[in-house]
């Protein structure tokens, strides 16, 4: 018999209908503890996080319950974000990342293929559970075409924005005071490929100083450098993501849209059990 809280959870999953998100592989993987060092910023093209090997860290996502009218979410779920590889894939250089939740019971992951470079998705693999046992399904992706990554109707929260992000500043008029803080946005087409068919929706991506809404988000860290809030809408301004990053974190340390909160944690909670390993050949 199933614990109240995993049943609410499992039939949380049921509920989104997850018909078609990522595969399974690999070996168990090894856990540790600490949030990976990421490398310095590139101050001339902005701020893009680099990861080693190895590296590993935990997101916790909460999800709005979509069949209860209202504001009512779902106990939270903890994902363990590791680092299996570096790959070429596409003639790129890419971080292999594997994630997995901490909770056996959910059988559901992710595999991402991300430049070395900028981030860029390369390729997605979801992993999900169906009557017919766990499956997966890859994402059609252009490897020209740099763009943000949304989890969409998957329950893993490896939502990214464009990178590198950059927070320009702009002298005063006097060209004797001090430099101000301005927003940098920019357009970008996001395509989506379905049954051999693409689909093109403009999106606007803004990078600025965090307001004082999102300050208690960095009393947890004790990181250095610059910090950038990313909204990324439609092009109607409708939000649809909020993102904080920070130089030193390995990943944002919060993110929110209208269906999940999920916030970085710091140090990463007690060990996690053993994944299902990924399929050969991820």
């Known amino acids: ?21 990522v595969a399974i592989g690999g ?3 090894a856990q540790d503890q600490s949030l990976p060092a990421v490398g310095p910023e590139d101050t ?16 916790e996502a ?3 319950d979509l069949r209860s009218p209202g504001e009512v979410w779902l106990p939270p779920i903890r994902w363990m974000f590791k680092v299996r590889a570096l790959k070429n894939y596409q003639r790129q250089k890419c971080y292999v990342i594997h994630i997995f939740p901490r909770n056996r019971l959910l059988k559901v992951q992710a595999i991402l293929y991300l430049s070395t470079i900028d981030l860029r998705p390369l390729r997605v693999i ?13 994402r059609v992706i252009d490897p020209f075409h740099p763009q943000p990554l949304f989890a969409e109707a998957s329950l893993v929260p490896y939502d990214l924005p464009l990178f590198p992000l950059v927070r320009p500043s702009v002298q005063q008029a006097d060209g004797f005071g001090a430099y101000r ?17 693409r689909f093109k929706k403009s999106l606007n991506q803004e990078e600025k100083k965090p307001t004082k809404q999102y300050a ?12 950038f809030q990313v909204e990324l809408g439609d092009e ?15 990943w944002a340390l919060s993110s929110e849209s209208p269906s999940r909160k999920v916030r970085l944690l710091q140090p990463a909670a007690a060990p996690a059990p053993a994944p299902i390993a990924p399929m050969e050949g991820y």
């Open 1 to 21: 018999m199933l614990h109240p809280s995993r049943r609410i959870i499992f039939s949380f999953i049921c509920c989104l209908g997850l018909l078609g998100m």
């Open 27 to 29: 070996p168990a993987l």
């Open 44 to 59: 001339r093209g902005g701020f893009t996080p680099t990861w080693k090997v190895g590296d590993s860290w935990i997101l």
């Open 62 to 64: 909460s999800y709005r």
């Open 126 to 138: 979801d992993i999900f559970p169906t009557k017919e046992g766990v499956k997966h399904q890859e």
């Open 181 to 197: 803080q301005a927003a940098r946005s920019r357009k970008i087409d996001k395509i989506t490929t379905v049954g051999g068919l």
């Open 216 to 227: 208690d988000v960095f009393g947890a860290y004790r990181l250095a450098g610059e910090s």
């Open 236 to 250: 109607q301004g409708k939000e649809t993501l909020v993102q904080i990053w920070q130089e030193g974190a390995p």
